[in-house]
């Protein structure tokens, strides 16, 4: 299989290519993304991508100077370059530095397809014999995982088809007794924010590198297998119980620990299985270590590891975070609407948090989830607004302290900002709404029709709502939104005019023209000039 990295400043761009590429029939995984050149040049020594399909214009490194920067580094890894123009210099850098094809915008699935199999005949070619050989160490790699998250997930789950994949990946531990350790990391968040520019996979790759290189040293003859669980938020290390007993694994992780802490700021707070004597009952075995996991400590700043012998009956705990009573006070304030009493009960929530020191990572997600459910019921379209409170996965990536005090936080923030907004007009609101949305769509070609019909509103009652909030008319303010962008490209880039008039909207470059002159009283070429001789332009 091989592995693919998509480069584009746009998130929906991106999104969409790896999208037509998963609907391919054909032996390629996208294993990463990247926003510009120079995060991808950092995802590469640790993602290792045998195909990049790249965008040219991006900030901070543009496409001519990536593709150099891959010319010069990686002259190995094939490169796919997609484009909304058909630019002489784009073209010839793609041919300069060795492109295996160029594709313009709009994308169509065969034109991607064809691209892709002509860089991976490329790829294939370029690969000397001992690069074919850890090429396939990495596909092996690459497959064992996925056949791994398959069975811990139950999307296999006969036996017959278990052990057989499992041979024909030569997993030889498949046929004995295991135990399971799953680990996740503490200011995880924070660290893929402030050191990998917020890129969580990113940060994954680093510390799956980490615990193979600890693994590497431990000098037996069968060594244990690290995997991602499938929401990439944990690792799994998958132990055979000889040699690998609970004190052998507390050692290993305790200098895994000491390593990522050194290098990345972070602390491992993992869950370790009893042990299991059927490779079909990895499932379990992955649900009791997730388990103890959440046995440790939401405070702990340090190395945790529960297993099943400190844990004998594991009785719950005779407190509640978030009680009945409270519970039923918030839905109280929530209903009627009341920021500042919302806010109030929420911080006393957070306090009453840090005086719990025993408070577990379980009890701390039970509280938060039983908040978003009772917030989601009550407050249905604030789900709509802030998606990412109410989502389940970020929810159980939350297993440290300041993870929980910021959720509050945001959340607190989020209940008083939406209390506020209900405190407008629905006419008032509505129109702020389409107003943002203009502001991020100005440059597609939208009409009063598709706005109304987008928003539910009759077009005519838009049109003078629309004036009497914004006071333009619809027309006058996507114009003006679409000049001023134009004014900031022809003073701040190289832009061709007529590229300018692509970017902002207009097919035709002579109405973009009038239109410019008639919004500044100045031809597009007069603006430009008349601003050259203050700034020198950058390249892009």
Same mark, same amino acid.
């Given at each position: ?27 390629? %995984? ?144 498949? *046929?004995?007794?295991? *135990? ?166 929420? *911080? ?95 440059? %597609? ?96």
């Amino acid at each position: 299989m091989y592995k693919v990295m998509v480069v584009d400043d746009e998130s929906l761009g991106r999104k969409s290519v790896c999208k037509m590429i998963s609907e391919l029939a054909l032996d390629v %995984e996208v294993i990463a993304e990247a926003r510009h050149g120079e995060e991808a040049l950092e995802l590469i020594r640790i993602s290792k991508p045998h195909i990049i399909v790249t965008d040219m214009n991006m900030p901070v490194m543009n496409g001519q100077q990536f593709l150099e920067a891959l010319y010069t580094n990686y002259a190995e890894i094939k490169v796919i370059v997609i484009s909304g123009y058909s630019q002489f210099e784009y073209m010839k850098a793609a041919v300069t530095y060795q492109a295996c094809e160029y594709v313009l915008k709009p994308i169509s699935l065969l034109d991607l397809k064809s691209a892709l199999v002509k860089a991976m005949e490329a790829s294939h070619n370029h690969l000397t014999l001992q690069q074919q050989k850890k090429f396939t160490q990495d596909m092996w790699q690459l497959r064992r995982e996925v056949f791994f998250q398959h069975v811990t997930s139950r999307r296999i789950t006969n036996v017959i088809d278990i052990q057989t994949q499992a041979e024909e990946l030569a997993i030889s531990s498949a *046929r004995g007794s295991f *135990r399971l350790a799953v680990c996740m990391f503490r200011n995880f968040h924070d660290i893929s924010i402030k050191k990998f520019h917020g890129n969580a996979d990113l940060l994954m790759y680093s510390i799956e590198n980490i615990l193979a290189e600890v693994l590497s040293f431990d000098g037996q003859d069968v060594a244990p297998l690290i995997y991602k669980s499938d929401d990439r938020m944990s690792l799994c290390l998958y132990a055979p119980e000889f040699p690998y007993n609970e004190t052998h694994i507390r050692h290993l992780l305790t200098s895994f620990h000491n390593v990522i802490k050194q290098m990345l700021q972070l602390d491992v707070v993992a869950g370790l299985s009893r042990v299991y004597t059927k490779f079909e009952q990895l499932p379990e075995a992955y649900d009791m270590a997730n388990d103890h996991l959440r046995n440790n400590a939401l405070h702990a700043t340090h190395f945790s590891l529960n297993a099943p012998e400190q844990l004998p009956g594991a009785a719950p705990a005779a407190w509640e975070l978030l009680t009945v009573f409270e519970l039923k006070t918030l839905q109280q304030a929530f209903a009627a609407g009341n920021g500042g009493e919302s806010r109030e009960l929420l *911080r006393n929530l957070l306090h009453k948090a840090d005086k719990m020191s025993g408070l577990t990572i379980r009890e701390g997600q039970r509280a938060l989830k039983k908040l978003t459910e009772m917030a989601a019921a009550e407050m249905s379209d604030m789900v709509i607004v802030y998606p990412q409170l109410f989502d389940a996965r970020s929810l159980a990536g939350i297993v440290d302290h300041s993870q929980f005090s910021l959720f509050i936080e945001q959340f607190s923030e989020a209940t008083e900002e939406y209390h506020a907004s209900k405190g407008t007009t629905p006419s008032v609101h509505s129109m702020h709404e389409i107003a943002a949305y203009l502001d991020a769509h100005y440059f %597609e070609d939208i009409s009063l029709i598709d706005i109304a019909t987008r928003f539910h509103l009759d077009p005519s009652y838009l049109s003078k709502q629309f004036k009497s909030v914004t006071s333009e008319n619809f027309i006058e303010y996507v114009t003006r939104k679409r000049m001023e962008k134009s004014c900031e490209l022809l003073h701040m880039s190289e832009y061709k005019i007529s590229e300018i008039s692509e970017l902002v909207g207009y097919e035709n470059q002579r109405y973009f023209s009038q239109v410019f002159k008639k919004f500044t009283g100045q031809t597009p070429s007069e603006y430009r000039e008349k601003y050259a001789a203050k700034t020198k332009l950058p390249k892009f």
